[in-house]
C-alpha cells in the first residue's frame, strides 16, 4: 500500500448540476478521515466516486493508484436473504481471488479472529434473513474487512447500532487502523467521528467547507457553521468528548 492516498479534483454531477463540487482528498497510510455533513451534502455520492461505483472526475494520484486496493460498505447494502454468514464472507473474499476456491488456512485464520473480535463466533451457519439489523451491520463492517483492502471506505457504519455494539465497532476499526489499513468514513455519529478521526472533511450542499486535523478542524464553531445550529461541547471526567445540539431558540 502506498504511504500516502491522494484524490484530487473529484467531482460529482448529475446532467450539469454539480453534487459534490471539485474537492481534493488525501490521507495517510493508517489514518482515520471522517466526513460529516448534513443529510444531502454530498458525502455518499463522494464515496461512491472514490470506490469507483459512481460516475465521477476525479484523479488518483500516479502512487496511490499503482497497488492501491479498495472496499466500499454502502449505508444500506442488500441482503441476500437465504445464504449463510460463512458463504457470505467467502464471496467477500472473491476480490483477492484469481478463480473461485476454497478459503486458504491463513484465510480460516484471519475469518476466526474477525468473528471474535466483533462477537459473530457461532453465526456462521445462520441465514442473513434471520439476522437483526445490528447483526447484518456487523456481518457487513466484517465483510469489508476481510477483503484485504488497503484503503476501506464505509458509509454510516455506525447506523442502527446500540452504544455498546458501536463502542465494539469502534475498537475493531481501531485495531485494523493499527494494522495498517487507511479508512474515509462517512458518519452522523459526532461522538465516535470525534474520538477516532486522525483528520475530519466537512461538506454542505457539495461544498468543502473545512477540512484538518481533528484539535484545529472539529469543534463548535465548524460544526454550527456546517448543520446551521449551535453546537455545545462537553468533556466528561473520563475525557470523553460530547458534541450535541444547543437547544436555545428551538421549541420542543
Not at 480460516?108 to 451457519?125: A, R, S, V, Y
Not at 442473513?128 to 477483503?147: M, N, P, R
Request: net charge neutral; with cysteine.
Amino acid at each position: 500500500m502506498p504511504s500516502k492516498i491522494e484524490v484530487k479534483n473529484i467531482s460529482v454531477k448529475v446532467g450539469e448540476c454539480f453534487i459534490v463540487e471539485p474537492v481534493d482528498i488525501s490521507l495517510n497510510k493508517a489514518e482515520f478521515c471522517f466526513l460529516l455533513g448534513p443529510n444531502g451534502s454530498g458525502k455518499s455520492s463522494l464515496l461512491k466516486a472514490i470506490a469507483g461505483i459512481r460516475q465521477a472526475n476525479l484523479t488518483v494520484s500516479q502512487e496511490s493508484s499503482s497497488s492501491l486496493s479498495k472496499a466500499f460498505l454502502p449505508q444500506e447494502p442488500e441482503k441476500p436473504q437465504n445464504i449463510t454468514v460463512r458463504d457470505y464472507f467467502h464471496f467477500s473474499r472473491y476480490p483477492q481471488m484469481s478463480s473461485y476456491r476454497e478459503l486458504s488456512p491463513k484465510e480460516f485464520e484471519l475469518l476466526e479472529e474477525i468473528l471474535n473480535d466483533l462477537k459473530l463466533k457461532g453465526f456462521e451457519e445462520r441465514k442473513l434473513g434471520g439476522l437483526s439489523g445490528g447483526e447484518w451491520k456487523k456481518v457487513c463492517i466484517a465483510s469489508v474487512i476481510f477483503q484485504g483492502a488497503d484503503l476501506i471506505i464505509l458509509d454510516e457504519p455506525f447506523q442502527a447500532l446500540d452504544q455498546v455494539v458501536k463502542a465494539e465497532v469502534a475498537k475493531f476499526l481501531n485495531k485494523w487502523r493499527k494494522l495498517g489499513r487507511s479508512f474515509l468514513i462517512a458518519s452522523h455519529d459526532l461522538f465516535w467521528s470525534y474520538h477516532l478521526c486522525d483528520k475530519v472533511i466537512f461538506l454542505k450542499r457539495g461544498h468543502l467547507l473545512f477540512e484538518g486535523g481533528k484539535s484545529d478542524t472539529f469543534h463548535e464553531e465548524t460544526l454550527a457553521q456546517t448543520f446551521d445550529i449551535p453546537f455545545n461541547k462537553t468533556i466528561a471526567e473520563d475525557g470523553s468528548v460530547y458534541f450535541s445540539p444547543s437547544l436555545k431558540g428551538i421549541d420542543v
